[in-house]
Nanobody, 119 residues
Framework: QVRVVESGGGLVQAGGSLRLSCAASGSNFAVGAMGWSRQAPGQQRELVASITSGGSTNYADFVKGRFTISRDNAKNTMYLQMNSLKPGDTAVYYC?????????????WGQGTQVTVSS
């Protein structure tokens, strides 16, 4: 079992910034790729950004130039720096972590953190 916990969400005005964190914890595992997804009310969950264990990143077009994903492998922690936030960014943001252990592979999701951007 790998536990994933997000933090850093909140209420911010349009044009503002937030920094989300995602920490993975457990025993006898190695973290692979990590990513952030979001889901607005009544909408499908969509991928925001992802990062491999080696630091290669991918971004959805709607966040390019505004969001930056990063990770600290020593801490099993991932970050999402969100700048120039728009009301359309309002959603619950979820962290996904792929992990490996001797008994098998898997992925874990956090419970999500609410991001609300007011106009």
């Amino acid at each position: 079992q790998v536990r994933v916990v997000e933090s850093g969400g909140g209420l911010v005005q349009a044009g503002g910034s937030l920094r989300l964190s995602c920490a993975a914890s457990g025993s006898n595992f190695a973290v692979g790729a990590m990513g952030w997804s979001r889901q607005a009310p009544g909408q499908q969950r969509e991928l925001v950004a992802s990062i491999t264990s080696g630091g290669s990143t991918n971004y959805a077009d709607f966040v390019k130039g505004r969001f930056t994903i990063s990770r600290d492998n020593a801490k099993n922690t991932m970050y999402l720096q969100m700048n120039s936030l728009k009301p359309g960014d309002t959603a619950v943001y979820y962290c996904n972590v792929e992990w490996r252990r001797s008994g098998g592979n898997g992925s874990s999701w956090g419970q999500g953190t609410q991001v609300t951007v007011s106009s």
